[in-house]
């Protein structure tokens, strides 16, 4: 085919081709693209015709593709990559008038303490914008890139995309939380003897705390594990758990009455917090904008104040106030 001929291709029919390489399923393609089941029906037929080849074959309740339908995916994705690139160079973005969507994926810890702070820079800059928010892991982010279904996302992350960018954000380290009325800070031995909670998406009640215990042969009690963030303040009022938090949730955390922050009575790694985002959508002006704003809003370390005594809460609390 030479680019003449280009001029019979359908580009939306191309659009559908990539989302059923993705969702494997004709009701999920017209729920993500917006059209109705016989419309994407009615694209299948097309593209079949144009590739003359069946494309996808009904197995149960999945539609796998082909072979040939493999082979074009391969080379139709940074094609498709390549065009919209080459488009949106040529778009203008004002952030004051632009009604844009964004798809964006957090991690629950940046979700509950860092987007609040990100969505009011958004709404006085960009008033009409709208931020769509997946919830994604470290285990997530790879596929939910590569699937299109977020542009942006911002978590702790491991293998990307080969044309995925990162830009690492900002060191994150572990912070205590504690509702106890206790003065003193926590000892280390009196860390081992209380019970703990556990955040874990997926689970797991030993972490990076649990490995820097058994090095020094000491070991800690585990007596819950919740999937998010957002059940710690509850869980840990008027008890003696404690809980283990990445800093900038123990600071949005410790403006709730009770709740206190302080330093973790050993050692523990940190972890660093990264921006990915679409190689395709690297040269997007609207994504650039808001990738800049991301960073601007989470770069910057959080200071924590250790909360040694009660009688300091009060005055450390309003500080984080009118910080936040």
């Known amino acids: ?80 990559d390549g065009i919209a690139a080459a488009v949106s160079r040529c778009q203008s973005f004002e952030p004051g008038t632009s009604e844009a ?17 990100l969505l009011r820079q958004l709404r006085k800059e960009a008033p009409n914008i709208t931020l769509i928010v997946l919830r994604v892991d470290q285990q997530q982010m790879s596929q939910r890139l590569f699937n299109g279904e977020i542009s942006l996302g911002i978590s702790h992350t491991l293998d990307l995309p080969a044309s ?29 003897q209380r019970p703990h909670i556990v955040v874990s998406s997926v689970g797991n009640a030993a972490d990076d705390t649990d490995q820097a215990l058994s090095l020094s042969g000491r070991q800690r009690k585990v007596v819950l594990t919740v999937p998010q963030f957002s059940a710690l303040p509850r869980l840990l009022a008027q008890s003696e ?4 938090v990445p800093d900038y949730v123990a600071r949005a955390m410790a403006l709730a009455q009770g709740i206190r922050a302080e ?26 904008w808001l990738r800049s704003r991301c960073q601007a809003c989470l770069s910057t370390p959080v200071e924590l104040q250790v909360v040694p005594k009660l009688s300091a809460l009060r005055h450390s609390t309003q500080s984080w106030q009118a910080a936040y």
């Not at 144009?50 to 996808?56: E, S, T």
């Not at 979700?111 to 702070?117: N, S, T, V």
């Not at 990162?166 to 003065?183: C, E, F, G, I």
């Not at 758990?241 to 283990?244: K, P, Q, T």
Request: aromatic share 6%; hydrophobic share 45%; glycine share 4%.
């Open 164 to 192: 995925a960018r990162r830009k690492s954000l900002r060191t994150v380290r572990p912070m205590l939380l504690r509702a106890d009325n206790r003065a003193e800070a926590v000892s280390l031995q009196e860390f081992c």
């Open 263 to 288: 330093a973790v009575p050993l050692p523990l790694p940190t972890r660093n917090l990264s921006m990915a985002w679409r190689g395709a959508a690297h040269n997007d002006v609207g994504q650039r």
């Open 101 to 117: 969507t964004f798809h964006v994926g957090l991690s629950d810890d940046v979700e509950y303490a860092l987007l609040p702070r």
């Open 241 to 244: 758990m404690l809980a283990i």
């Open 1 to 80: 085919m030479n680019r003449n001929d280009l001029r019979r291709v359908d580009m939306n029919l191309l659009v559908v081709f990539e989302t059923m390489m993705h969702e494997r399923s004709v009701t999920r393609v017209g729920e993500k693209l917006f059209l109705g089941q016989p419309t994407i029906s009615a694209a299948l037929g097309r593209l079949r015709q144009l590739f003359d080849d069946p494309l996808f074959i009904r197995v149960g309740r999945v539609m796998e593709p082909t072979a040939r339908a493999e082979d074009i995916f391969a080379n139709l994705t940074p094609a498709l």
